[in-house]
Structures are given as C-alpha cells and as structure tokens.
C-alpha cells in the first residue's frame, strides 16, 4: 500500500475521493483480518438456490404436495384448452345457423343442412324439434284427411322434444366444470398444508441445532413456501376459466331458449 499524489494504493487499485476500490483478499492477507469480518458472509454459509432446486431437493412429503399440484395444473389446463376451443366452434356455428334458419324458407332445406352445424347447439335443437315435428305431423295425416293441423297437444310434445335436447346440450357443455371448480378451491388448501408441514419440519430440525440462526431454518421455509405457489399457481387459472365458462354456458343457454321460442312460433304459425 504506497501513497502517490493523495491517492492511495492498494495492490494496483486506488483510492479516490468519493469512492473506494479496495482488493478485499489482499487487505486480509496484510492485515491478517478474516474475510467474513469485511464481507459479512461466511466460505462455507449456504446460498439460496434457484426454485428448480427447492424442488428437486424437498423432502419426500413435500415432494408428494408438488407432484399432486402439478397433476391438479395439468389436467385444469387441458380441461380449459379444450373448453376454450368447444366454445368457440360453438359460438361460431351457431351464428352461422341461425342466419341460415332466418334465411330459409322451408324447414326441410334447415334439415338437411343441419349436419353442416355439427358443432352448434342450436342445430341439434333443430333437429329434435324437427323429428317432433314430422312425428306430429304424421299422426295428424292418420287423423285427418285434409291438411294437418297441429292442436295444443301436439305443440306441447314439441315443446318438451327442444327442451330435452336443450338439456342433453347444456349436460354436457358443463362437463369437466367440476373439476375445475374443484381444482380453484382445493389447491390452495393442499398447498397451505404443505407449507405447514414444511414450517414444522423447519423449526423441529432448529432444535437439534447448536446455534439458532435464520439460516438454520431459512431452506425449510423456503422449501415450505413453494407449495403454497404451486397451489396458488394451480388455482387461480382454474378459477377464472370457471367464471368465463359458467358465463358462456349461460349465454348459450339463452340463445337456446331464444331459438326454441322462435322455433314454436314458426309452427304455431304454419301448423296451426
């Protein structure tokens, strides 16, 4: 260490005014000073690692909690791509169907080109309808030798033919929905009992400690912690997919019973 011109040296690095640049190993070496004295940490202390490491190095129980939230993850985000791709194709056709239902002017031409709308609700609702239709219709050319016409009766046995195909539809647009229901409220909870776990876990191993430090119980806690993420992490997709697709289904639902109510009124109008 030699001063030149007010400035001091250490080892090829100097000393300015404001600011100071010290080789840290060489100081210690000099003045015989432990490194952990000037930079606050110790050779052999831990360092944190990444998230990849907590987890590759939890414990087994731990490892049990993750591996189950990541399933719980997996199988949400597969149920929601595949809603997401349902509703879409569905909303899509059943635009299309119902312009061309606006558009026709015979229900046998809709008929023949409902196996084009596979995909929309509002198609197979067509369907049902129709067949009752025919099916009415038939038993009222047995009855009647003139035109047939459609009494109350018939339009009631019409009525519960869209009705229970608008049921079948809506069964099974809500399948799978369950699961994520299941997936927003319970993964928190597997996760917090993780966590409690773990922080038990952290604070028993404390005691068989020499000296109680935070960095005795820190890679417990941290281990611990991650199970909360993986279970707020699995939760709260399948929660806002369940809100947009319970809002879909209620939409489709509507439309539905909309399509139904103009269906009847166009054979109360031509049948009756």
């Known amino acids: 260490m030699t001063r030149r011109a007010g400035v001091w040296y250490f080892y090829g690095r100097k000393t300015i005014q404001g600011g100071l640049v010290i080789n840290i190993s060489g100081i210690s070496t000099i003045l015989d000073i432990p490194t952990i004295l000037l930079t606050g940490t110790s050779p052999d202390a831990p360092t944190g690692g990444s998230v990849l490491e907590l987890f590759t190095q939890a414990s087994p129980f731990a490892f049990a909690i993750l591996i189950l939230l990541v399933l719980f993850s997996l199988l949400s985000w597969t149920i929601i791509a595949r809603k997401w791709m349902t509703f879409r194709q569905i909303r899509r056709q059943n635009q299309a169907f119902l312009s061309f239902f606006r558009k026709s002017a015979r229900l046998s031409e809709v008929g023949a080109a409902s196996e084009l709308y596979r995909k929309s609700t509002l198609s197979g609702i067509?369907?049902?309808?129709?067949?009752?239709?025919?099916?009415?219709?038939?038993?009222?050319?047995?009855?009647?030798?003139?035109?047939?016409?459609?009494?109350?009766?018939?339009?009631?046995?019409?009525?519960?033919?869209?009705?229970?195909?608008?049921a079948a539809d809506l069964t099974a647009l809500e399948r799978s929905m369950s699961w994520?229901?299941?997936?927003?409220?319970?993964?928190?909870?597997?996760?917090?009992?993780?966590?409690?776990?773990?922080?038990?876990n952290a604070f028993n191993g404390l005691g068989f400690e020499k000296t109680a430090s935070i960095q005795a119980v820190a890679p417990g806690i941290s281990e611990a912690l991650i199970a909360t993420a993986a279970g707020l992490f699995a939760a709260i997709p399948a929660v806002m997919a369940y809100n947009q697709f319970l809002s879909a289904i209620k939409n489709i639902a509507t439309?539905?019973?909309?399509?139904?109510?103009?269906?009847?009124?166009?054979v109360e109008r031509s049948f009756s």
């Open 255 to 266: 439309e539905m019973d909309d399509f139904s109510m103009e269906f009847i009124n166009l």
């Open 180 to 200: 994520l229901a299941t997936t927003g409220s319970v993964s928190p909870f597997i996760g917090l009992l993780g966590t409690v776990v773990g922080i038990i």
């Open 126 to 166: 067509f369907s049902a309808g129709y067949q009752e239709l025919n099916v009415q219709l038939n038993a009222s050319k047995a009855q009647q030798s003139a035109r047939p016409a459609l009494s109350d009766r018939n339009i009631a046995g019409i009525q519960r033919a869209l009705q229970r195909a608008s």
